[in-house]
C-alpha cells in the first residue's frame, strides 16, 4: 500500500523550481483565479520555515506590506506556483525564524550570504 502511495506522490514532485532555504529572499509568481479569468501575482519575502518533506513540502514567506506584516505558506509541488525566484541568499543559523515575528525595522533584516 505505501508503495502505491509513494509512486503516485513521486508523479507530483516538481523538478524546475530552483533550490532555496530559510533566510533567503524569495519571488514566488502565484496563480490566482478571480470568477473565468486567470491571473500571476508576485509575493516577495523571506523564507521563515520550510515544513515536511516529499509532495507535502511547504514553505512559509513572510513580508511586511505597508507596515504590516503578512505571512503565506506555499505548498511546494503544488500547480499555483508558477515560478520561484531567488532575489537574495540569507546567511542565518537557524532552521526556523520565528524570531522575526518580534522585530521591527533594520532589525527583522537577514544578513546576505557573500561567497
Given at each position: 500500500m505505501n508503495e502505491i502511495i509513494r509512486a503516485i506522490e513521486q508523479e507530483q514532485i516538481r523538478t524546475d523550481l530552483p533550490s532555496f532555504n530559510v533566510g533567503d529572499t524569495v519571488k514566488v509568481y502565484v496563480k490566482i483565479k478571480?470568477?473565468?479569468?486567470?491571473?500571476?501575482?508576485?509575493?516577495?519575502?523571506?523564507?521563515?520555515?520550510?515544513?515536511?518533506?516529499?509532495c507535502r513540502e511547504t514553505f512559509t514567506v513572510r513580508r511586511i506590506a505597508l507596515?504590516?506584516?503578512?505571512?503565506?505558506?506555499?505548498?511546494?509541488?503544488?500547480?499555483?506556483?508558477?515560478?520561484?525566484?531567488?532575489?537574495?541568499?540569507?546567511?542565518?543559523r537557524r532552521a526556523h525564524l520565528g524570531y522575526l515575528r518580534a522585530r521591527v525595522g533594520k532589525a527583522a533584516k537577514v544578513r546576505e550570504l557573500l561567497r
Open positions: 478571480e470568477g473565468a479569468r486567470e491571473r500571476v501575482q508576485m509575493f516577495e519575502g523571506t523564507v521563515i520555515k520550510k515544513q515536511n518533506g516529499g507596515g504590516t506584516a503578512v505571512e503565506r505558506t506555499f505548498p511546494i509541488h503544488a500547480p499555483i506556483i508558477e515560478k520561484i525566484e531567488i532575489s537574495r541568499k540569507g546567511r542565518v
